[in-house]
Structure formats: C-alpha cells, structure tokens
C-alpha cells in the first residue's frame, strides 16, 4: 500500500469486508450493531474509534515513506 495509490474501487471493498466482519448478517438474523459505522472513521478525543479511512490511511504512508 505504500508504493502505490490503491484504487477507490478497492478501498470500498475491503471497507466493506471489515463492515461485513464487525455487523454480520447470514440472511435469517442481522448481528447485532455495537457501534455506528460513522463513530468508527470518528477521532477517538470525539468519541469514536479512530479508524481512518483505507485511501486516507494509503495517502499518508504514501507521504510518510517518501
């Protein structure tokens, strides 16, 4: 990820598998929702999480080893 700047297309994908991992839904029953998805891209000193978003984490790599 830091050599080259990965496609929007992907970064939504691999956000939506963490989705799908931390809210499952087999069809009969959706998991249960501990957290608004919005709360975790959220500073934790706001509140949330503190997970950033995969093409502004890829963006910052990208700078940091240039």
Same mark, same amino acid.
């Given at each position: 990820?830091?050599?080259?700047?990965?496609?929007?297309?992907?970064?939504?994908?691999?956000?939506?598998?963490?989705?799908?991992? =931390?809210?499952?839904? %087999?069809?009969?029953? $959706?998991?249960?929702?501990?957290?608004?998805?919005?709360?975790?891209?959220?500073?934790?000193?706001?509140?949330?999480?503190?997970?950033?978003? =995969?093409?502004?984490? %890829?963006?910052?790599? $990208?700078?940091?080893?240039?």
């Amino acid at each position: 990820m830091y050599l080259f700047t990965i496609p929007t297309s992907l970064a939504r994908c691999l956000e939506k598998i963490v989705r799908d991992f =931390l809210w499952p839904n %087999n069809g009969s029953t $959706k998991g249960l929702h501990w957290v608004n998805w919005g709360e975790i891209f959220c500073p934790k000193h706001q509140g949330g999480l503190g997970v950033r978003p =995969l093409s502004e984490m %890829n963006d910052a790599i $990208k700078i940091k080893c240039s």
